[in-house]
């Protein structure tokens, strides 16, 4: 064996000493900080290149060690959602959307936050929500703190809605089912102002495509719309009843009874402006 393989073992097999450090009555090695061992001896009879002992760590060499891992482990987490976000949604103002920010103000937040917190369940079981109600009360908002929990958990989330996907899936594009596809493949699909869509035939027969599609892959679809129930329940035509059954077969409709906030901001801001014009 040579000189520089020996020495290899040797750094391999031996802890190395700081200045406090010092031997114990049992002959191993200690840690001159915290008293434990940075040494522990090989089972009874078994040495290795001739020595009865190997390194171990110390509670503070542990301590640090876990501490640089939580470390990197925080620095991946965050880098992890940071790219899931950015992802998930156009408007990089929707990242803000969170239950921490909310007003508190809306009585559905509660079924927001439970439907979040029991994802897991959600997902086993394949149930999604139909957010329904009046404009302005925060379906959207709300839909979004979903999303941006479930991605604080690493769990992918896409939230878009029936404008960009009929704008993406023109009469020209012909990579339609892969789209489709990729739009399934997420855990969670959030579609925003359903029933907001154009009226073609063209586009309805793209929404049901989606739906559809999203039906038969069992994951869970959030979707928020201004419609009335009713109006989803009991369509006028074929095209469009095809596509609410799918709907309502996937989402548990949840009425959504808040204000409308974009009124009260619109007023607020009014009379904001009325009192600085008075001074």
Same mark, same amino acid.
């Given at each position: 064996m040579t000189s520089e393989i020996k020495d290899i073992l040797e750094n391999m097999?031996?802890?190395?000493p700081e200045m406090e450090d010092y031997i114990g009555e049992d002959g191993l090695l200690y840690c001159g900080k915290c008293h434990t061992p940075k040494e522990a001896y090989f089972p009874e009879g078994k040495e290795l290149f001739g020595r009865d002992r190997h390194p171990a760590e110390c509670d503070c060499q542990r301590a640090a060690r876990e501490q640089r891992q939580a470390a990197e482990e925080h620095r991946r987490h965050v880098e992890a959602v940071e790219n899931l976000k950015q992802r998930a949604f156009a408007d990089s103002a929707m990242q803000q959307w969170t239950f921490e920010n909310d007003n508190g103000r809306n009585p559905q937040t509660g079924i927001a936050r439970r439907y979040a917190e029991h994802w897991e369940e959600m997902q086993?079981?394949?149930?999604?929500?139909?957010?329904?109600?009046?404009v302005g009360n925060g379906k959207s908002y709300l839909a979004g703190c979903i999303a941006n929990a479930l991605m604080e958990k690493e769990v992918p989330v896409y939230m878009t809605n #029936?404008? /960009? %996907?009929?704008?993406?899936?023109?009469?020209?594009?012909?990579?339609?089912?892969?789209?489709?596809s990729r739009l399934c493949r997420y855990p969670?699909?959030?579609?925003?102002?359903?029933?907001?869509?154009?009226?073609?035939?063209?586009?309805?027969e793209?929404? #049901?495509? /989606? %739906?559809?599609?999203?039906?038969?892959?069992n994951k869970p679809l959030i979707a928020t719309t201004n419609r009335p129930l009713d109006e989803l329940k009991k369509p006028t035509d074929t095209a469009h009843?095809?596509?609410y059954d799918r709907l309502l077969s996937m989402c548990v409709p949840i009425r959504f009874t808040g204000v409308n906030f974009r009124q009260e901001t619109a007023k607020r801001k009014m009379e904001t402006m009325k009192k600085l014009l008075a001074e």
């Open positions: 097999t031996t802890a190395a086993a079981e394949n149930i999604g929500c139909l957010f329904w109600g009046n #029936f404008a /960009v %996907i009929l704008g993406d899936l023109s009469p020209g594009f012909t990579g339609r089912n892969e789209y489709i969670l699909l959030i579609i925003d102002d359903f029933g907001m869509e154009r009226g073609t035939d063209y586009g309805l793209q929404v #049901f495509h /989606v %739906i559809d599609t999203r039906y038969r892959s009843s095809r596509i």
